[in-house]
């Protein structure tokens, strides 16, 4: 099959997928239209619609943009028909019906930001990190009934630094699930669409290092709480893997009581150890550290209050002395 005997459908929403958007019409692959989220109500009333990212590159580009309410509804499934698409590609988008993914004779694949089996899920750049690891990756796969778990494709590794956060492993697996995606096709064509996959109960355990399956599942406000009962490694693997976006936070307490949330966004390791319970602060100069699990100390470099700017610790000790403790 030729590269121009391809139709191709891409869905996706958000930032992540507009880069291999962006690869496919760059390199001339036939992308015939474009499934996307609904605008998305902002303003404080709700009264302003806000297109995707995904939207706004596609309408750049003169591409057909569908945005269905419901994935099922006739409507859409017969306009999505008419396309006559032979291949589908699905990056951060929802989960699709059978009547969508099985649609293409050649398929529809998902550009997934993790070594599957491990995170399955809506967030597995944040739970990767979350849970210290020092490699993540991209995945292309097939789509099937179950989230995630379809025939794998292709993998490709990613490195995590120990002082990464999420924006570093976010922008790195973008680029990389671009340029897996444009492989993964390379692997169709010269297949004639059937590609050489594997089921993923038959990898090594070279993704599993244990019998658990981490899992991925989307992250709420109150998943984003800090619990100071941990380890100061946990904690500080907590923080960066919801930093930048959507913040970890803690409530911090003043000597005369008084509550205010605080989002912390960039923290710093240390050996030392004190007698003092979790989330007790201690300053020293212009350092502000909290404590841990077995008093463990971890220092904090960014934060921000609520309704106040973003800023460095030493800067919020400034006007801020009084502050004793957090939960």
């Known amino acids: 099959m030729k590269k121009e005997d391809l139709r191709i459908v891409f869905m996706g929403t958000p930032e992540f997928a507009v880069e291999t958007l962006k690869a496919l019409v760059e390199q001339g692959y036939p992308v015939v239209a474009v499934v996307t989220q609904p605008d998305k109500p902002v303003g404080r009333h709700g009264s302003v619609l806000q297109p995707s990212a995904v939207k706004q590159y ?34 951060a988008f929802r989960m699709l019906p059978e009547v969508v993914w099985a649609m293409p004779a050649y398929g529809t694949f998902n550009v997934h930001a993790a070594l599957l089996p491990q995170y399955r899920g809506a967030a597995p750049i944040n739970w990767a990190i979350i ?12 789509l099937d009934h179950d989230i995630d778990t379809g025939r794998i494709i292709l993998q490709k ?27 993964t096709i390379e692997a169709i064509l010269a297949s004639d669409g059937h590609p ?28 984003c709480e800090i619990n100071w009962k941990q380890s ?41 150890r004190v007698d003092g319970d ?15 699990l077995n008093g463990e100390l971890l220092q904090l470099e960014e934060l921000q209050v609520a309704g106040k700017k973003r800023l460095l610790a030493r800067d919020f000790l400034n006007g801020n002395q009084a502050i004793v403790k957090v939960k």
């Open 58 to 91: 596609a309408l750049a580009q003169g591409l057909p943009v569908l945005q269905p309410e419901k994935m099922k509804d006739p409507d859409f499934v017969e306009t999505l028909r008419s396309y006559h698409a032979n291949l589908q590609v699905v990056v």
């Open 131 to 142: 849970n210290g690891e020092t490699r993540t990756g991209v995945t292309t796969f097939f």
């Open 157 to 183: 590794p990613f490195d995590i630094p120990d002082t990464a956060d999420v924006e570093y492993v976010y922008d790195g697996l973008m680029r990389l699930g671009a340029a897996i995606c444009l492989e």
């Open 196 to 223: 050489a996959s594997i089921a993923q109960n038959d990898l090594s355990d070279a993704n599993c290092p244990s019998p658990l399956l981490k899992p991925a599942p989307k992250i709420f406000k109150e998943t």
């Open 232 to 272: 100061a490694k946990q904690v500080y693997d907590f923080i960066r893997g919801l930093s930048p976006v959507p913040g970890a936070w803690t409530t911090l307490v003043s000597s005369d009581g008084k509550e205010t949330v605080m989002k912390i966004y960039r923290t710093s390791k240390t050996s030392r």
């Open 278 to 292: 979790p989330g007790q602060i201690v300053v020293e100069g212009k350092t502000m550290c909290v404590v841990c």
